[in-house]
């Protein structure tokens, strides 16, 4: 079993960076693909960065590659998306999510969800 506790979300101005924590505990936390979704008010959640358990691999949806990072400290046990040129596009609710299958982009493919971090992008 994993919980994830997502931190880390905020209000910044556009242009501006934020840093997203996902602490996760269970036994078996090394052996799980993470990511990040996000969903904003209307709309359903969207893909956003994908990673595999040992940190070697990642995917990104193509409206945040090149300005988002994801990475993963597995001794702490904690996965970050690094956020940068933000834009008010990418105001939403973001969700840490775990698998054991790497690569999925659709909300489907992950087992475990956090409660989610609001990020608001201003003009």
């Known amino acids: 079993q994993v919980q994830l506790d997502e931190s880390g979300g905020g209000l910044v101005q556009a242009g501006g960076s934020l840093r997203l924590s996902c602490a996760a505990s269970?036994?078996?936390?090394?052996?799980?693909?993470m990511g990040w979704f996000r969903q904003a008010p209307g709309k359903g959640r969207e893909f956003v960065a994908a990673?595999?358990?040992?940190?070697?691999?990642?995917y990104y949806a193509d409206t945040v590659k090149g300005r988002f990072t994801i990475f993963r400290d597995n001794d702490k046990n904690t996965v970050y998306l690094q956020m940068n040129s933000l834009t008010p596009e990418d105001t939403a609710a973001y969700y840490c999510?775990?698998?054991?299958?790497?690569?999925?982009?659709?909300?489907?493919?992950?087992?475990?969800w956090g409660q989610g971090t609001q990020v608001t992008v201003s003009s």
């Open positions: 269970g036994r078996t936390f090394t052996n799980y693909a």
């Open positions: 990673i595999s358990w040992g940190g070697g691999r990642t």
């Open positions: 999510v775990a698998d054991r299958t790497y690569g999925g982009t659709r909300p489907y493919q992950y087992a475990y």
